[in-house]
C-alpha cells in the first residue's frame, strides 16, 4: 500500500503515469525555511517531515506493505529559495528575477516504511529566455503561476520561456519519477537508510 503524502496534482499525475496504484493524504507540516538551511537540506527535511506525519496517522494499520512517499520542491536562484508566491505582486518579482538567467529546480523525496527512512535530493538546471511584459502580465493575469514554486509550471504556458534544462524533466514538475521509482524499491526492500543531501550538486 503506498500513500502519496501531498496534495499536489501534479505529483498525482506523475504517480498515476509511472502506473502506481495509491492513495493521497496531505500533511499539515510548516513549510518556513529555518535559519541558514541550505535548499537541498530544506527540501530533503520537509520531504520527511511530510511522510513521517502521514505515518504517524497510520499507526494501527502499519505494515510491510505500507510505504508513505513526501516531497517538496522548490526554486533557488542566487541563493534565495523561491517557494509559491503569495501574491501576483511576488509572482511578477519571481518570474522578473528567473527571466533571461539559469536557476535550480530541487525536489526532496522521502519514503517511510517499516524498514527505515530512505530519501534523495534531485537538482535539474532549468534556463530562462527573456519575458517580454505584455507576456508576463498575461501569465500572471491566468493565476497559473499562484500554486506553483518559483511561479511557473514547468508543463504549462511558462514552457515558451525554458528553451532547455539538464537534468529530469518531471523534476520541474514536481516529481523525479526515476528517483522516485528507485526509492519505493529500497523503502520496500530495506537497501540502505536515508543519505544526506548531494552536497557535490552545485546550488547556484
Not at 504556458?157 to 524533466?169: L, N, S
Request: net charge negative; aromatic share 6%; glycine share 8%.
Amino acid at each position: 500500500m503506498l500513500i502519496l503524502a501531498s496534495s499536489s496534482p501534479r505529483r498525482r499525475q506523475l504517480l498515476q503515469l509511472a502506473g502506481l496504484d495509491f492513495t493521497v493524504e496531505s500533511s499539515d507540516v510548516d513549510e518556513s525555511a529555518q535559519p541558514g538551511e541550505a535548499p537541498a537540506t530544506y527540501v530533503q527535511r520537509l520531504a520527511l517531515e511530510k511522510a513521517q506525519a502521514v505515518w504517524e496517522h497510520h499507526k494501527a494499520e502499519q505494515s510491510q506493505d505500507l510505504v508513505v512517499l513526501g516531497a517538496d520542491t522548490t526554486v533557488v536562484c542566487d541563493g534565495e529559495i523561491l517557494g509559491k508566491p503569495i501574491d501576483p505582486a511576488d509572482a511578477r518579482r519571481m518570474l522578473r528575477m528567473l527571466a533571461g538567467r539559469t536557476h535550480q529546480v530541487l525536489t526532496g523525496i522521502a519514503a517511510v516504511s517499516l524498514r527505515g527512512l530512505f530519501s534523495e535530493v534531485e537538482i535539474t538546471q532549468v534556463y530562462f529566455d527573456l519575458i517580454h511584459e505584455d507576456e508576463l502580465n498575461q501569465y500572471i493575469a491566468s493565476g497559473e503561476p499562484m500554486d506553483k514554486a518559483g511561479a511557473y509550471g514547468i508543463q504549462g504556458y511558462a514552457a515558451r520561456w525554458i528553451p532547455r534544462i539538464e537534468g529530469c524533466f518531471f523534476n520541474v514538475m514536481g516529481l523525479p519519477i526515476a528517483c522516485t521509482m528507485a526509492l519505493l524499491a529500497r523503502a520496500r526492500e530495506g537497501h540502505s537508510e536515508t543519505q544526506p543531501p548531494p552536497s557535490r550538486l552545485a546550488v547556484r
